[in-house]
Structure formats: C-alpha cells, structure tokens
C-alpha cells in the first residue's frame, strides 16, 4: 500500500511525543537542501545504517549530499536508523522509513543507498529495508522496486550482504557516486529496465554487480573462484580514484543537527591516504595514494565552515593529521582567527615521532585536555611486526614534552591479538605506562600528582587487502585470557586504567569483514532473531547472534579463527583495490621476519597503486 508524504508527516507527528530524542526524526534543519518535484529525474535515499547522532557525525555525508544535490538530474535525501523505540512506534502505526527532507517513504524512491562504514552494521541494513517495506533480496525486487546499493570501506567485501544489493560502489565516491546517478537517470529516461541499467552501470570504473556472479566452492565448502553469468562483467572491478582534493567542490554550508551529535563540530579533511603502511590498518591501504588538499583551499573550507555554521569547534582531519605537508603554516594561520571566534581547534589523528607539540600548546593554552596515542604494541619486536615504525624513545620523549607543557593525562590505544604476539608483549603495555607514570612522577618532583594514564585495547580483526588478511585470529577465550593477564599485570599501577573490547564482537567482526557470500542467509537469520544495532554493547545479542550462525551452517573457525593459505582464491578478490597482491604478501613475509618498511613518501615501495593513478611515490617531502 503506497502512502503519501502528506500521511506520513501526519503519522509522524503523532509519534514524536512517545520516543527519546524525536528531534532526530523532523529534518528541517539549517542548510538543509530541498528541490521540487519535477526539478530532478532521480530521488535518492542515502541511508546511513545508524542513529542520527552517528550519521550526522560521519564527513563523508556532507560531501556526497553537497555534490549530488549540485547535479541537475538528482535529489539526494537522509535517512537514518530509528531507535528501537522509535522502530516500534513505527511499526504498530504503520508508518513506514521515510527521508528526513520531504517525508517520502523510502520504498518510492529511484534509488536506496546504503554506507557501510563498519561490519557490525549489517543487520541495520536489513531492519531498515524491513521497516521500507523492501524486498530484502535482489532477486524478490522486480521493476517496481528501486535499486538497492552500497558503498563504503566495508564495499571492499560486500560479499556477505551481496544477495541484498543490486549494485556495490567501490572507492572515492565524489565521482563515483554523481556519475552512477546520471547514468541511472538516463536510463530511467529512456525506459531502461532494471537489468539493462545494471548492465549500463557497471560499465562505470567501481561499480560492481553481485548478480552478475556466481561464486563456485569445492567439495569441502572452500571458495575457487567466481563464474561470471554476464559476458559483459569485468574480471574484476577496479576500485575508483579521486586523483586530485582540490578539484573537489568541499561544502562549506553544511547542515546544523538540531540535536547533539557525536561530533559536533566543523570538519576540514586535509588530506586523504596514508603512506606509513602499518600492516594491520585496512585504511591505510584502501585510501591510497595521498592526496593532499592545498593549504589555501583548506584555510578556506575551514573558514566558510565555522562562518556558516557557528559551531565552536574544528577538526583537522586525516588518518595521520600531523603528516600533512603544511601542517604548522596552516595551524599558525588558524590560530588567530579561531581564536578571536572562540572556536577550539582539534586533531584526532596525530603521530608520535613528528607531532609538533608546540603547535598543540599554543592550540589547546592554559586548559590541557588529554592526550591521545597509539603505540598499538607495547614492545619494540611487535611494533616492527605491524610495521608501526615508532620507538619507545618517541614516546617517552613526547610524553616528557607534553608533561613539560602542563598535560596530566594521556590515552594509549593498543592491539592486541596481533601475528606473532606473545605475553611478552603483552608486558609491554603494562612497562610502557609504567615508565609513564614513572616519568610524570619524576616530572612532578617524586609527586605524580594528578597524571592518569588510559590504556585503551582493541582486538585484532585481520581484514582484507591489508598484509594480515590471511592471518587466524585469536579465538574468544584467548582474547579474554589477555585481556585478564594485562589487567592483572596493570591494576598494580596507581594512576593506570584498563580498558578492552567484547570479545565474541571481534570474533563476528572478522566473520563478516571475510566472509564470502554464503553469509547473507547468516545475516538475515540474526536480523530474523532481533539482532539491530550490533555494535551498541546495550543492544548486542551475542546468544541469537550464535543461533544464526549454526542454524545456518556457518563455521566461525572457518572465517575468523583458520589461517587462509597464501595464494588462496579470496572471495573480495573480485575487487581490485589497486593494490598488488604481491605486495601484500611481500609485506606479510617481513612481518614474520619482524622486518620495518620505511613510510613511501621516503621512496616508492611498490605496492602498485600508480599503475592505476598519481601517486607521489616519494616526492611529497
């Protein structure tokens, strides 16, 4: 049954009084873009499978809605994941997922998206197709149902969700994501059915069509290969890449969240990429090459930015802020002008044995607020292991430094469960903030005085088209075996904190991130059983969770706990991140050797990715 935008505003408002947070489901905020019927061919409903407060904080919204709301030909619309409460309210009113901008319910629009920035969204995805009223598998969904699609880092393996998905967009979507809908609204135009569209589109570098293969398995259930049921498919699907920053239109006039939001704040992204190579961080090999943004343009973004929306905070963003080339000019000139506005500046991503800490004095003043570090090992061996290329020298000198300038806390984010690690390094952590309280002490005249240390510790997910992607992961009861000999080993230390992730999380995160395509029946199987919002600890269902997985048959030794043979077929080998895979390997071999492999912008390493587009290869400093 269709309902009208005119209804479902009218259910809505009879709703909002009965669930937390109703701010989050009225839209209407500034900045908000808003076309007219007839003024666009394509509607798009950009779903971000989590709450609004998440959503809103991600950058790559206001990018992808600014430059697919420049185009003529589509209107891209917000949609986010209702509470539970408010899923419920939903459901018994039968008022079905609708966009924030003009209350068009979901199920009427040309194209559904989904970003899919992390693996423990999934269900997510199938509880909002669900509450659309959408087929959830592409194969229910004939020609009156829009194209369902994804993109996002975890598109690097869509596998597991690739029964749900009519189309996968894989790389930089600034491009990408414009020219999909402009082909589509050209076929749309032209009376296209949906299979002859999916074959225009994936003509497009980084478009990939599930349907257009099959997966084949031997007789013990290993993945071979994919048969290609459409001649016209790629071998493989080349991922995209926006070769330059500063072509790109950044927007300056984003929307103001009328309620808090995780972050809430102005984002200027400086650049994008990564040239350390640490060999656990799928980010850092998914976003290569670097490509910085101009000072001149980012002086200008972040200006526009704070003028336009007023908020009282900017972050400089990267995965590694303080590598960016011009990084000290371009502070020194925000400086004054984030001053005089009272605007805080922060830098979320900042590296040990570069980091300037007297621009981060005179950026944070009188008032120091903690900092944030990761060693992600705590012994020298492992660090060489992961290619984390920092010493303990560095750290401790940086934190002489920052004691010096009148901090007195610091947060210390480690791995653990990495290749080859032992207790030893587990030790490791608990001498490093030891020493570091040790120091403060000395610092303090014999008084550690108010000095906290935050010891913060991941599990070890090997995921794909990084070094460790055929590396076994810790089982549960290993991770939770840690977790408590670390505990035991720091809860002597006064002014020392622990802090450590679930377990069979991790576990199910490295299901998913290497799974192959048989586990969409897992995936909906827990969403049958009332998994949603897998990654809230409040809402986790680790007991369905497990029923899922047996009932359909899904081994996690298999996809988390068994090591996968070098040279294996992959199931994400379907996609190319523009990555050599002897590269990879390359780099997985010197980590068993514990050898380092100096940052690229020192000198080309040969990972492969300038056969596909620039990269500085060493020319950046």
């Not at 020219?179 to 009376?191: L, N, W």
């Not at 912008?601 to 990972?607: M, Q």
């Amino acid at each position: 049954m269709r309902i009208d935008r005119y209804k479902v505003q009218e259910i809505l408002d009879s709703l909002l009084n009965k669930v937390e947070k109703p701010a989050a489901y009225i839209g209407g905020e500034p900045n908000q873009i808003c076309k007219e019927d007839g003024s666009f061919s394509v509607r798009l409903a950009f779903c971000f499978p989590d709450t609004y407060e998440i959503g809103m904080s991600w950058n790559g919204m206001p990018i992808l809605y600014h430059l697919v709301n420049s185009t003529c030909h589509t209107f891209m619309e917000r949609v986010f994941a209702p509470r539970v409460d408010m899923q419920e309210q939903m459901r018994a009113a039968g008022l079905p997922l609708y966009t924030l901008e003009s209350k068009t319910p979901v199920a009427q629009a040309d194209i559904v998206g989904f970003t899919l920035q992390y693996e423990m969204c999934y269900t997510n995805v199938l509880s909002m197709m669900d509450l659309a009223g959408i087929p959830l598998l592409s194969k229910d969904r004939g020609e009156e149902w829009p194209l369902v699609i994804a993109g996002g880092p975890c598109a690097f393996n869509a596998e597991p969700l690739a029964d749900f998905f009519d189309a996968v967009l894989v790389g930089d979507g600034e491009e990408l994501l414009p020219e999909f809908c402009r082909v589509f609204s050209e076929c749309k135009k032209a009376g296209l059915t949906k299979k002859q569209t999916l074959d225009k589109l994936q003509r497009l570098q980084g478009v990939y069509i599930p349907s257009s293969y099959s997966p084949v398995y031997d007789e013990d259930g290993s993945f071979i290969k994919y048969e290609k049921l459409d001649p016209n498919a790629p071998d493989r699907v080349l991922r995209a890449f926006l070769k330059d920053m500063n072509s790109v239109d950044y927007p300056t006039n984003n929307i103001v969240p009328l309620i808090e939001v995780v972050h809430d704040r102005a984002v200027c992204e400086l650049f994008r990429g990564c040239t350390r190579g640490c060999r656990f961080c799928q980010a850092g090999m998914l976003y290569r090459p670097v490509r910085e943004r101009s000072m001149e343009e980012n002086l200008r973004i972040a200006r526009e930015q704070i003028e336009n929306s007023g908020h009282s905070e900017l972050s400089l963003l990267s995965l590694s802020t303080s590598d960016y080339t011009q990084f000290e000019p371009l502070v020194e000139k925000l400086l004054p002008y984030c001053k005089s506005r009272s605007v805080a500046i922060s830098l979320p991503s900042l590296r040990l044995d570069n980091f300037s800490f007297k621009v981060l004095d005179e950026i944070q003043g009188i008032r120091k607020t903690g900092l944030t570090f990761a060693p992600e090992a705590g012994t020298q061996r492992l660090r060489d292991v992961i290619n984390k290329n920092i010493t303990e020298k560095d750290i401790l000198g940086a934190l002489d430094k920052a004691i010096d300038l009148g901090w007195n806390s610091v947060k210390l984010y480690f791995m653990i469960g990495h290749p080859t690690e032992t207790d030893e390094d587990l030790d490791g952590i608990a001498d490093l903030a030891r020493k570091i309280m040790d120091l403060a002490r000395e610092k303090n005249g014999g008084n550690r005085g108010r000095f906290s240390v935050s010891v913060s510790v991941a599990n070890f997910v090997p995921k794909p088209f990084t070094p460790f992607q055929w590396v076994p992961q810790d089982s549960p009861r290993e991770f939770e075996r840690k977790h408590m000999y670390l505990m035991n080993r720091i809860r002597p230390i006064k002014g020392v904190t622990l802090h450590y992730h679930e377990s069979f999380v991790s576990t199910l995160e490295a299901i998913l991130a290497r799974g192959d395509r048989r586990l969409c029946v897992a995936i909906q199987r827990a969403f049958e059983l009332g998994c949603r919002f897998d990654s809230w600890t409040e809402h986790f269902n680790e007991k369905a969770w497990k029923q899922a997985l047996s009932e359909t048959g899904i081994d996690e030794n298999y996809h988390a706990l068994k090591g996968l043979a070098p040279g294996a077929a992959l199931p994400w080998n379907i996609i190319d991140s523009g990555i050599d895979d002897t590269y990879l390997m390359s780099e997985y071999e010197r980590s068993q050797k514990a050898a380092t492999t100096p940052d690229c912008r020192l000198g080309c390493n040969g990972c492969g990715i300038n056969a596909h587009t620039d990269c500085p290869c060493g020319g950046i400093l």
